[in-house]
């Protein structure tokens, strides 16, 4: 445990929320960077032991569980831009083993779970985990009907065109014996050498830069243009299903081998043990085989093999019991830091990043790594407790250098007695290199301590932050202007073309200036081409008239983008603190952008006392109130909203509810274990009825819907007279 991290036997109920929210916003973050835009920026170490702290809060404090708790439903949202599928069987997440006594742990449970079955023998799959996007395929009579994405195991998104395209999805099932209808499961992934010549064929074109295979492999199956999807040379091993008439096989196995006998690839890799002795023997042997293999994999899966016996040990929250994931540790490797920079963020945060001597680890060249913050470079954490023993990173050290869960580059340790004689700590600039205005860190009000996080105060008059915000503004998950990528709105920044959000609703008066530029950028990239492969320039005209022909296309995507939803349009203001989440939140309670102008001018007239004016709301905290205050209570914000304003009218958000039900109007509150819904379902329920769902019980509080392990609320409702309903009488009166 990190000094960051109290027993959480010693929290108060109210640091319990606290902390509880705060790790609510940092892995609904973290789900939307890994599952949406296919840009992961937390290590899946990092990630899952967030996410065991944040079940472990919710187990020791119930009645803190949020309607939205994370532990209910699988990580990520289906994208906007494909129509929506449901999951006739949810598609779940995995838990996760790190260590063989993890794998011991989940075959105690087993064990003790069927402890009756005397002369029962369980028996286990394992098979490699391959690293890339889910998918589930629907064949109707051995007919390839529809494809989906997992999304968040309940709703994916219809990317049938595009599953169509991969050679290894059969259109028709070959063989016989399989299902009437039935629901094939795998991953879609992307080779080491097609990632590479996708790679050279993008730099030889003056392209995009591609990260990695797995979230190459999931951008490119969200191509609008099936055509392009094609182009990638996509891969796709089954190994499980969702809703079938009936199934495969009475195995794991043996449905999964019936799978290759109806045209799919599946993992040779794929075995049968009884034991935790030839469970890691087959994890060790796929481990020395990982780098031989072409693509990515990041771990073992062992399954129970009987169907039956997974039936019976059934599932808990959004994981099945019988199945885990055991993770592979990172690779490493060692190389050399050449220098520090500072890279400023659209909120103003000055990020070091490690220039490193290039180094191959897991078959990817690493150059760079984020050193997150000063503290961090000195070797101290968030409460100023040592991290790698205490020792700084200095120019010029040797360091041990990992990627974690394949795709983050991070240090895990400094070779301290390589470090060069004349290397000196390093000082962290307190004046913003691009500015020059101060960089600060603010002072926690109700911690008393600083901010880890230092933070340019030049706002609006800083070129970096600006760039960001208008980055972050048009981004898939903000108004989603296709066309309009970084490559784009850096140049339309530095031509003086765009410098506001507003300036981009007006490109169309400036299109001689912005076919300009861009052909300058065509001219200048041919140049370079031509220097690097020593051929003359070809047609580069061309290019530049195909170029303006775009124009058009990317007019009308701009245009089509004048009405957006409002939580798209709030989280696209780029407000600290606020994510597609919490964006969401403020949509649904103010309903129309005018209110969330008048409540946050109001409440940032009032920071003394903010609850005067804003409502209490659950998911919005004291963190996103401050940081309305902040936003609104700025003039020059103000000013950019307003033009805003003038070329964009965003939707007023508009929830459809029955008027009739036995519930609309009332305020319901759910507290403890729900076992047939979702703790998200319910509030969806409750409120597509007309009710209106509270955080916590009060004299306001019509009905409490109380399962197994209710708390403290039940104890207030008794005590104030509600209404006391279990799971069953809610559904019955919601039926009414």
């Not at 011991?104 to 402890?115: A, S, Y």
């Not at 034991?275 to 060790?284: D, F, G």
């Not at 949509?587 to 102008?597: D, H, L, N, Q, Y």
Request: charged share 30%; proline share 4%; with cysteine.
């Amino acid at each position: 445990m990190s000094g960051a991290e109290r027993e959480i036997e010693s929290y108060s109920e109210a640091e319990a929320k606290a902390e509880l929210d705060r790790l609510h916003e940092l892995l609904s973050e973290a789900d939307r960077a890994y599952f949406e835009a296919d840009s992961p920026d937390m290590t899946d170490a990092a990630y899952d032991a967030m996410k065991r702290r944040y079940q472990a809060l919710e187990i020791a404090f119930p009645e803190l569980k949020r309607p939205d708790s994370l532990s209910e439903k699988v990580a990520g949202a289906p994208v906007e831009g494909f129509s929506k599928v449901r999951h006739a069987v949810p598609m779940l997440s995995l838990a996760k083993a790190y260590t063989d006594e993890d794998v011991v742990d989940f075959i105690e449970r087993g064990r003790r779970f069927f402890e009756r079955d005397k002369d029962l023998k369980l028996v286990f799959t394992a098979e490699p985990k391959i690293d890339g996007l889910s998918a589930s395929l629907r064949y109707e009579n051995g007919v390839f009907v529809q494809g989906a994405t997992r999304g968040d195991g309940t709703v994916g998104e219809d990317i049938t065109a595009n599953l169509r395209t991969i050679a290894d999805i059969p259109q028709k099932l070959k063989g016989t014996g399989w299902p009437q209808t039935i629901e094939i499961r795998g991953e879609v992934y992307m080779t080491y050498a097609e990632f590479e010549a996708l790679k050279a064929r993008s730099a030889a074109a003056g392209g995009q830069e591609y990260v990695n295979p797995r979230n190459t492999a999931a951008g490119s199956l969200r191509q609008k243009d099936p055509s392009i999807t094609a182009s990638r040379n996509l891969k796709f091993f089954a190994y499980a299903w969702g809703y079938t008439t009936a199934d495969p096989a009475p195995t794991q196995y043996d449905a999964v081998q019936k799978f290759g006998e109806w045209g799919f690839r599946i993992s040779p890799l794929m075995v049968r043990a009884s034991s935790v002795e030839q469970l890691v023997a087959q994890y060790r042997l796929i481990e020395e085989q990982r780098s031989s293999l072409g693509y990515d994999i990041d771990g073992v899966v062992y399954k129970v093999d009987d169907l039956a016996l997974q039936r019976r040990w059934g599932f808990v929250s959004s994981e099945p019991r019988w199945a885990i994931a055991h993770k592979f540790p990172a690779e490493q490797a060692f190389t050399t830091v050449n220098k520090i920079d500072i890279q400023v963020g659209r909120t103003g945060t000055l990020a070091p990043v490690a220039r490193l001597a290039p180094v191959s680890v897991g078959g990817v060249v690493v150059e760079n790594v984020t050193l997150h913050n000063e503290d961090y470079i000195k070797g101290l954490d968030s409460n100023g407790l040592p991290i790698r023993e205490g020792i700084d990173i200095r120019i010029g050290d040797t360091v041990v250098i990992q990627r974690a869960g394949d795709v983050i580059p991070q240090i895990v340790r400094v070779v301290i007695e390589k470090r060069p004689a004349d290397a000196v700590p390093y000082e962290f600039p307190h004046t913003c290199p691009v500015c020059g205005s101060p960089a600060t860190r603010e002072l926690n009000e109700k911690t008393g301590k600083e901010d880890s996080r230092r933070r340019c105060t030049g706002e609006l008059i800083c070129a970096a932050q600006a760039v960001e915000r208008l980055r972050h503004f048009v981004s898939r998950g903000a108004m989603d202007i296709e066309g309009l990528g970084a490559e784009n709105i850096e140049l339309l920044f530095n031509k003086g073309l765009v410098k506001t959000a507003a300036d981009i609703f007006t490109l169309r008066d400036r299109r001689a200036a912005v076919q300009q530029a861009f052909a300058e950028r065509r001219e200048e990239q041919a140049r370079l081409r031509e220097e690097a492969s020593g051929k003359s320039r070809k047609n580069v005209r061309g290019v530049e008239d195909r170029s303006f022909k775009g124009l058009d296309k990317l007019f009308a995507a701009i245009d089509a983008r004048r009405q957006p939803e409002l939580d798209r349009f709030i989280f696209a203001l780029g407000i600290r603190h606020i994510g597609e989440t919490t964006a969401a939140v403020l949509a649904k309670t103010f309903s129309t952008i005018e209110e969330v102008i008048r409540v946050g001018k109001e409440t940032a007239a009032h920071p003394e006392d903010p609850h005067s004016v804003f409502p209490y709301v659950d998911g919005i905290g004291g963190t996103v109130i401050e940081a309305l205050i902040d936003f609104f209570g700025n003039q020059r914000n103000d000013d950019v909203l307003d033009a805003l304003l003038v070329q964009v009218r965003p939707k007023p958000y508009v929830v459809t509810v029955s008027a009739t039900s036995e519930v609309a109007g009332k305020t319901v509150v759910f507290t403890g274990s729900l076992e047939k819904l979702t703790r998200g379902e319910a509030k969806a329920m409750a409120e597509r009825l007309g009710a209106k769902v509270a955080g916590s019980v009060s004299k306001n509080t019509d009905i409490l819907v109380a399962g197994p392990g209710a708390g403290s609320k039940l104890k207030d409702a008794q005590a104030l007279g509600i209404l006391v309903l279990d799971e069953d009488q809610w559904l019955d009166l919601a039926a009414k």
